[in-house]
């Protein structure tokens, strides 16, 4: 079925609202909800007011690309003529053509209900108040007991007063309301059941999910409707540069798209209003635009709810009552501030009151189903999940996981979140319980993104491989860049860290069927060679030695313990080194060889810098510098070059990390969510490696005067996101490129007890 610009139909005496699918017949009590497909049926039927629609039609437009029998057909049609109340042998609404098809013989009017224009909220936000509120408690409170089911109404007594004949009445009433309501959800569950039933067959084959989607490309962000019946997700286009937001059923259907961005834009990020009917999303481009928008979930012309400023991760959802939507850290005025919700009709923005340090992030905010709590995702590179009281209060953090964020949602009942993370060289999803702290896999490999409604569970299914390309790093002028792959796989290899020497290279890889640390010699062509006696954390790459003998690797031993270890790639030796922080997150050698860099985290989502002094035990801190997300050492201006979680832009400081040596200089790159997309050449000269319009995978140069046109390394293939390599003393710049990509949509029953779990860290 194809999208209207309208919420609303009139078809003969009987109103439908298509984004609820109800049809309110005339004396009808209350209206009937139909079926998706129901739906898609009635608005090929009134597309075609008067005229005889085929089953066969029917059949390709509501159900396409599956092989379902004439039944469905059947049953759809007797699902609409009750809900416009004809009775059996009438046809006042719809005439079936024998051998033909169906006729509808209501007229039909498409009624026009726009929505006013919602004003583009530019009032100034006055400054965040940080309120001393007391620790909130850590569990939430019970569900509500629902009520008893009605009794049954008494048998009016012989000569009872008009008062009591009214009360019972009243009381028939009541418990006809609360059966018809009964068979609704009964109707509605019968549906699911099905899908349910079918999704069950195929877990016995490892599989608890179907695939929604199954084109060639992206399809991400999904956000369900209220009643799990409909998705809506961002989705490249064929031919085409950019993603739309598209719309189906959670049925095996053809997706319509909802929105066409411009020439040069995007949308991406689609959120679902509590009642149906809306979907915010966010339009990118072209240029340096940014807004967010608001769009009928049955379409429409999409309407600016607010401007957004281009350097945000921009991240919203509803407010309960579906009148607002609640961001989380944006710039405003120039400044960036935390949680703050924004009210539609008017326009105005309030700040949610709460502690929040200037260089926290604070992403993807969402209230709980009972409106009583906010949780997002503080600094969610490097983060955990936090809440706060939804009237404002004192933050605390909920998972204690310093993890790689890829998406979240609350459980129905409100007593618990499920979130998608990084994990070694892929995602999983996640079950938190709010009572107990205890973090469970739910056992899905390659999932991110995961979103909740009712009882069902979307989310993205994406599987990579990657390769590892070798590219000159000065190619000749006019002669495009191609890249020689390194080494055969079929899994994904990725993190390249090239020795000073220039012959040896590391990289993490799951070639094995396990997440490993791998070497190799280029030089001589060798195959890799496993260096199992650590297992390294993707959030950083190996750092060599300036002698080309060692590194220095963030890791875990066979035991689980997380640390800093030196590992001797010739022998195989692994040491795990006295490092005073209990989070390290990267080491670096500096040329004096009683002198390391350590970064580490302080359990709050800050990160930072610290020089050791590693000649005596314990090792003594030299100096410290905050709010560094990675570091590399140029040893040809004896300098240390480094990023930050809270802007974009490179800095430098001396060897000693001395205060006043630092300064940042480049303002824009890299992008601070992009933060391990660089490197540095033994020449002093800094490479970025970034996604453009024309381009997945494009190099420049950055902290320099007057840098040289970027380079196109791939055209098609995206990176990945966890660092490349540029090569100590050779022409080489050694890049991880994606061989097989794409993701898609994946829908299934939401598991009432996950497989396993254990408190605290899970792998």
Known sequence: MALTATETVRVGECLVDIPLREVRAPHARRPVRITPKAMGVLLTLARNAGKVVGRDTLLAEVWPGTLPTDDVVTQAITQLRKAFGER????????????????????????????????????????????????????????????APAAAPARPARGASPGRRALIVAAVVLTALVLILAVLLVRREAEMADLARSLADASQTGRPYRLLTSAPGFEFAPTLSPDAAMVAYAASRPQRRGTAIFVQTTEPTTARALTAPPAGASDRNPAWSPDGRRIAFERRGPGAACSVMVVPASGGEPRKATDCDPRDLVSFSWTPDGQGLLFGSMHAEGVRVGLRVLDLASGAWRAIPYASAARDLDHAPRYSPDGRWIVFARNPQLGDLWRVPAEGGRAEPLTGQRMEIRGWD?????????????????????????????????????????????????????????????????????????????????????????????????????????????????????????????????????????????????????????????????????????????????????????????????????????????????????????????????????????????????????????????????????????????????????????????????????????????????????????????????????????????????????PPEPPRGVAGWVK
């Open 410 to 750: 609350w459980l129905p009942d409100g007593e618990g979140l499920v979130f998608g993370r990084r994990i070694d060289s892929g995602t999983r999803v996640y079950r938190f319980d709010l009572r107990t702290r205890e973090v469970r896999d739910l056992g899905i490999d390659n999932a991110q993104s995961p979103v909740v409604a009712g009882r069902w569970l979307a989310f993205v299914n994406r599987r990579p491989e990657f390769g590892l390309f070798r590219f000159e790093r000065v190619a000749p002028s006019g002669r495009e860049a191609v890249g020689e792959r390194l080494f055969a796989s079929s899994g994904r290899d990725a993190q390249p860290a090239i020795a000073p020497d220039a012959r040896q290279i590391v990289f993490t890889s799951d070639r094995s069927g396990q997440f490993a640390l791998w070497w190799a010699d280029v030089a001589a062509r060798t195959p890799p060679r496993l260096l199992s006696a650590v297992n390294p954390d993707m959030r950083r790459m190996p750092e060599w030695s300036w002698d080309s003998r060692r590194l220095l690797v963030v890791g875990r031993d066979g035991q689980g313990r997380i640390g800093l270890y030196e590992v001797t790639p010739a022998t195989g030796q692994v040491t795990m080194l006295p490092v005073p922080v209990t989070d390290p997150i990267q080491g670096l050698y500096l040329p004096q060889p009683d002198r390391v860099l350590v970064g580490s985290g302080d359990g709050a989502g800050q990160v930072r810098l610290t020089l050791f002094d590693r000649s005596r035990a314990p090792w003594r801190a030299l100096a410290t510098l905050e709010d560094v997300s990675l570091a590399k050492v140029d040893p040809l201006r004896d300098r240390v070059l480094f990023t930050r979680l809270s802007e974009d832009g490179l800095w430098q400081a001396d060897l000693a990390l001395s205060p006043g040596s630092v300064r940042r200089i480049d303002a824009e790159a890299p992008a601070r969510w992009a933060f391990r997309n660089w490197d540095i050449a033994r020449d002093g000269r800094i490479y970025y490696l970034e996604q453009a319009a024309d381009c997945a995978a494009r190099l420049r140069e950055i902290g320099s005067d007057a840098p040289p046109p970027p380079r196109c390394l791939d055209r098609d293939r995206l990176f990945t996101t966890n660092g490349f390599s540029v090569s100590g003393s050779g022409n080489a710049i050694y890049v991880p490129l994606a061989t097989e990509d794409g993701s898609d949509i994946a829908f299934m029953p939401l």
């Open 88 to 147: 059996r042998g009438e046809a006042r609404y719809i005439e079936t053509i024998a051998k033909s098809g169906y006729r509808l013989l209501a007229e039909v009017e498409w009624l026009d209900a726009p929505e006013p224009a919602l004003p583009v909220a530019t009032v100034t936000l006055p400054p965040l108040a940080v309120i001393d509120a007391p620790e909130p408690s850590p569990s939430l409170p019970a569900s509500p007991v629902p009520p």
